[in-house]
């Protein structure tokens, strides 16, 4: 067959065509050319993600043991309390179900032009070991750099999950009463979960157009008027599967800033994935959280703590312990 270089050379140099058929010929080739380059280079990256890193730990999973519960956290730089506090609390390896095995906690931070912060988030990582930053501005804005950047350094680091619980820096979780949730919708540990997604599944909702709203969206940024099947990243599991699936298809989707759309919606929608709703178990903060989070009897998990306080998150943790012991 020929190629399509040859064929326009042909065409130019062929005495018997007039020069405005033989133009007419030309622009018609060239634009199959380039439906032909287009078509054949599908690998392209419209989106990719070449940041480098500032602080990593590569080496977090480097075990014989498999990981029984991956937390993925999305961090801001500043959040030093919040980061303890989930280390000392829900995420740490004694507060989980001895049956889940190995926890592996990481959070994933963006670059500051604070040197002095900087230099605490080093010392940090010295004591902790459990930072991973990339130089991609930490900003509202670019949160889908850093759900990105979890789905490329799980990719390249860490193949011994069971499960992943992706979750944000003030975000409460039962962890005892989540497995044994799991044990119920899906016979979790005893048997693996594939190609699913676990969280308030959110369905059919239709894009903020109204202009000064936090989640205003314009037609340049996104066209269609309604989004697909997605969670809120607040928290969420997914089996690990799904991870390179993603990271790979990250790189061929445009850009979009809302990163729960991003991640879970537009990622996702042509993977044919298990989608098991949790939205009952979500309590998303405000004035009746102490009441309704720690009553009895209730059925919250999850506990995001708007506008974070130190003192709220312990007591939540604390109080959440007692009412476990009155129903265990």
């Given at each position: ?95 989980v179900p001895h049956a ?12 500051i032009h604070n040197i ?213």
């Open positions: 067959m020929l190629e399509i270089n040859d064929v326009i050379m042909r065409v130019i140099s062929c005495g018997s065509i007039s020069i405005d058929m033989k133009m007419l010929i030309w622009i018609a080739l060239c634009f199959l050319a380039k439906l032909y380059f287009l078509s054949a280079n599908t690998s392209i990256d419209v989106n990719p993600h070449n940041f480098s890193y500032l602080i990593n730990n590569p080496d977090l999973c480097d075990s014989s043991e498999d990981i029984g519960l991956f937390v993925w956290v999305h961090s801001g730089p500043a959040n030093l309390r919040r980061r303890i506090a989930l280390r000392e609390t829900w995420a740490n390896q004694k507060n889940v095995g190995k926890v592996q906690m990481v959070f994933f931070l963006g670059a002095t912060l900087q230099n605490r988030l080093v010392y940090e990582n010295e004591l902790y070991g459990d930072l991973v930053q990339e130089d991609y501005a930490d900003g509202y804005r670019n949160l889908t750099y850093k759900a990105m950047s979890g789905l490329k350094w799980i990719t390249r680091y860490c193949h011994n999950i069971k499960l992943i619980l992706k979750t944000d820096d003030d975000m409460v979780i039962d962890t005892k009463s989540l497995f044994i949730h799991l044990n119920h919708v899906a016979r979790y540990p005893e048997k693996p979960i594939v190609n699913t997604i676990l969280c308030d599944v959110w369905m059919n909702r239709a894009v903020e157009r109204n202009k000064g709203m936090k989640w205003s969206v314009s037609k340049n940024e996104y066209r269609r008027e309604r989004y697909p099947t997605y969670c809120p990243g607040l928290a969420l599991l997914m089996s690990p599967d799904l991870v390179t699936k993603l990271w790979e298809n990250s790189q061929k989707v445009k850009f979009f800033w809302v990163d729960d759309v991003f991640f879970t919606g537009l990622l996702v929608e042509q993977l044919n994935v298990t989608w098991i709703q949790l939205g009952s178990l979500f309590h998303f903060g405000g004035n009746t959280l102490y009441t309704n989070f720690l009553e009895l009897p209730n059925n919250y998990i999850f506990a995001h703590v708007f506008k974070y306080r130190n003192d709220v998150f312990y007591y939540l943790w604390k109080n959440m312990f007692k009412t476990q012991d009155l129903i265990w």
